[in-house]
């Protein structure tokens, strides 16, 4: 059994621009409400470095990027808790339709023994963060094109 939280949004600009956004980890803290403050080179097998804001104060939180194709796709991971406690995916997945229209699928899994547990307690606070954040990179997104335009 898995904890799965995903989400597709049509957002009303290009996928570069929505790339650009999702990338630009300095700016994280102008308009995501749950990863305050992010860190990578995107490389495969450096750290996702981020400070996290589920219940209290952010909270550093440390993953692994495990694939990146420029413009369309960045996933990362945990490193998995020992005999299977706990192991997760974390995936951002970008596909034009049409000319400034992007379609967004951000996708979380949460697995292994200990995945009841800190889905009890940190479920709620996961979602949330989760749909602050795809609120964010839409509005943001979409306004950042539609200056563009002007």
């Not at 989400?7 to 305050?36: G, H, Q, R, S």
């Not at 023994?113 to 839409?138: H, K, S, T, Y």
Request: a positive charge.
């Amino acid at each position: 059994m898995s904890f799965i939280i995903e989400k597709t949004l049509e957002i009303k600009a290009p996928p570069t621009v929505v790339w650009e956004v999702l990338t630009d980890f300095a700016k994280y803290p102008e308009w995501n409400p749950f990863v305050v403050e992010c860190k990578s080179t995107l490389e495969p097998g450096d750290a996702m470095d981020m400070r996290v804001k589920l219940i209290g104060p952010p909270q550093r939180q440390v993953e692994w990027m495990n694939e990146h194709r420029p413009g369309q796709r960045f996933a990362y991971n945990m490193k998995p808790f020992p005999l299977g406690g706990l192991r997760s995916l974390r995936s951002h997945d970008l596909e034009a339709i049409g000319a400034d229209a992007t379609r967004y699928r951000s996708y979380f899994q949460l697995d292994g023994w200990m995945m009841p547990l800190v889905r009890g307690m940190f479920g709620a606070a996961i979602e949330r963060g989760m749909r602050g954040m795809w609120e964010g990179v839409q509005h943001r997104s979409e306004q950042l094109w539609a200056q563009r335009r002007r």
